[in-house]
């Protein structure tokens, strides 16, 4: 260190006395005074690159590593939403299918039930016709039955008439009757 510094100040000393001697020319591309700008160089050079090695690059390399992990915190965070994202899109998906599946059942089960319904309406209406008609066939048979007895009894009535015009003389209302009443029977089994 001390032949550094004693090189240091005699390459000073020299360039010093050089550099006052600048008459003869471009210094630079006089041989006399390349040992101080050699000496120059290297100072100049050497003071930059401890400035850049000491100052700037350690903000230049902090500055790269707080870049780095901010940009790995944010590929971190990015994953930990994209998991996240497709959590929510799988009970997503999971609600949707058992809504899906809560529907059809629904759909189905009031299905039944309106079919279950309306099988009993139409049971009842069913029902209903069926003692509308059983009663209907007992009235025409009732009407059947007091038709023939008041048809038998207008028939013996008629022909007791029309022989009596006929004959011109009474007729026995008994026979008549009994004689329509036969024939109204014969005529009554044949129609039924």
Request: with cysteine.
């Amino acid at each position: 260190m001390r032949y550094f510094c004693f090189a240091l100040v005699f390459v000073f000393y020299a360039s010093q006395r050089a550099a006052l001697g600048s008459e003869e020319g471009m210094p630079q591309l006089n041989p006399e005074f390349w040992a101080a700008q050699i000496f120059w160089l290297f100072l100049i050079f050497s003071i930059l690159y401890f400035i850049i090695w000491k100052v700037f690059l350690p903000k230049i390399t902090d500055n790269i590593e707080s870049r780095k992990l901010r940009v790995i915190n944010d590929l971190n965070e990015t994953e930990k939403l994209k998991e996240n994202a497709e959590k929510k899109l799988r009970e997503y998906n999971e609600i949707i299918e058992t809504s899906k599946i809560e529907a059809k059942k629904i759909i189905e089960e009031n299905k039944k039930k309106l079919d279950k319904e309306i099988q009993n309406k139409k049971q009842k209406f069913n029902d209903e016709i069926e003692k509308e008609l059983l009663t209907a066939e007992k009235e025409i048979k009732d009407l059947k039955k007091s038709s023939v007895s008041s048809i038998s009894k207008i028939a013996s009535e008629i022909s007791e008439e029309i022989i009596k015009q006929f004959v011109m003389t009474e007729v026995n209302k008994s026979n008549v009757s009994a004689i329509v009443e036969d024939i109204t029977k014969r005529r009554t089994k044949e129609l039924i």
